[in-house]
T-cell receptor, first 112, second 113 residues
Framework: EAGVTQFPSHSVIEKGQTVTLRCDPISGHDNLYWYRRVMGKEIKFLLH????????ESGMPNNRFLAERTGGTYSTLKVQPAELEDSGVYFC??????????FGEGSWLTVV | QKEVEQNSGPLSVPEGAIASLNCTYS??????FFWYRQYSGKSPELIMF????GDKEDGRFTAQLNKASQYVSLLIRDSQPSDSATYLCAVMGSGGGADGLTFGKGTHLIIQP
C-alpha cells in the first residue's frame, strides 16, 4: 500500500514567487493534514481536511497560504507570494480515523 | 497556547541499555499521546500512542502516561544503533484531532555501539 506522497520533495524559489505543493494521501483516508517545520522549531499544525471540507485551518499563518482539496482526494498548498520566513519542511499527513496519523516525507521549501 | 516540551538532547545511550525519553504537555484536556521516530530527512513514523494512564508495551517500546503530572515517556529496551533518531512527542487535544497534533521539538537519541 502506498504511503502519503508529496511533490516536490525539494523546491528553491525566489521571494515573491509562487509555489504549489501537492499531497496524495493514503487511499481511503478522509482526514488530511498539513504541517510545517521551520528551522529550529517544532512541527506545527496548519490545517485539517475531512474529505474536501476544511475542518480546522487555525494554524495557517496568513492569507498568503491557500490549501485546497477538490474532490476529497489529493490536496495542494499554495504559497503566494512566498517570503523568506516561509522556508521549511511542509509535511502532509493522512488518517482514516483521526488517531493513527501517517506522514509523508515532506516538501522542503527554500525561499531565497 | 498548547505546548509540548522535550529535552532536545542529544541523549547518548550505550547499545543494549534502556533509553528513556520524556515529554511534558501544557493542555490538561489533552486526550491522546503519540511518539514518532524521525530519521534525518525522512517522515515522522508513528511508534506508539497511548490514551490511558499507566504503561503500554509494544515489543521493545513502552509508553508511560501520567495525566495528573501531564507527563509522557517512552522507554526503549535493548537499544540498538538503528534506534538512533529524533523522537517526537505529540499530543492531541480535547477537540478530537480537528486541530491536529501539537508536537515537541524532539529528542535526538544516539545509541552508541
Amino acid at each position: 500500500e502506498a504511503g502519503v506522497t508529496q511533490f516536490p520533495s525539494h523546491s528553491v524559489i525566489e521571494k515573491g514567487q509562487t509555489v504549489t505543493l501537492r499531497c496524495d494521501p493514503i487511499s481511503g483516508h478522509d482526514n488530511l493534514y498539513w504541517y510545517r517545520r521551520v528551522m529550529g522549531k517544532e512541527i506545527k499544525f496548519l490545517l485539517h481536511f475531512v474529505k474536501e471540507s476544511k475542518q480546522d485551518e487555525s494554524g495557517m499563518p496568513n492569507n498568503r497560504f491557500l490549501a485546497e482539496r477538490t474532490g476529497g482526494t489529493y490536496s495542494t498548498l499554495k504559497v503566494q507570494p512566498a517570503e523568506l520566513e516561509d522556508s521549511g519542511v511542509y509535511f502532509c499527513a493522512s488518517s482514516l480515523t483521526g488517531n493513527t496519523i501517517y506522514f509523508g516525507e515532506g516538501s522542503w521549501l527554500t525561499v531565497v | 497556547q498548547k505546548e509540548v516540551e522535550q529535552n532536545s538532547g542529544p541523549l547518548s545511550v550505550p547499545e543494549g541499555a534502556i533509553a528513556s525519553l520524556n515529554c511534558t504537555y501544557s493542555d490538561r484536556g489533552s486526550q491522546s499521546f503519540f511518539w514518532y521516530r524521525q530519521y534525518s530527512g525522512k517522515s515522522p513514523e508513528l511508534i506508539m500512542f497511548i490514551y490511558s494512564n499507566g504503561d503500554k508495551e509494544d515489543g521493545r517500546f513502552t509508553a508511560q502516561l501520567n495525566k495528573a503530572s501531564q507527563y509522557v515517556s517512552l522507554l526503549i529496551r535493548d537499544s540498538q544503533p538503528s534506534d538512533s533518531a529524533t523522537y517526537l512527542c505529540a499530543v492531541m487535544g480535547s477537540g478530537g484531532g480537528a486541530d491536529g497534533l501539537t508536537f515537541g521539538k524532539g529528542t535526538h537519541l544516539i545509541i552508541q555501539p
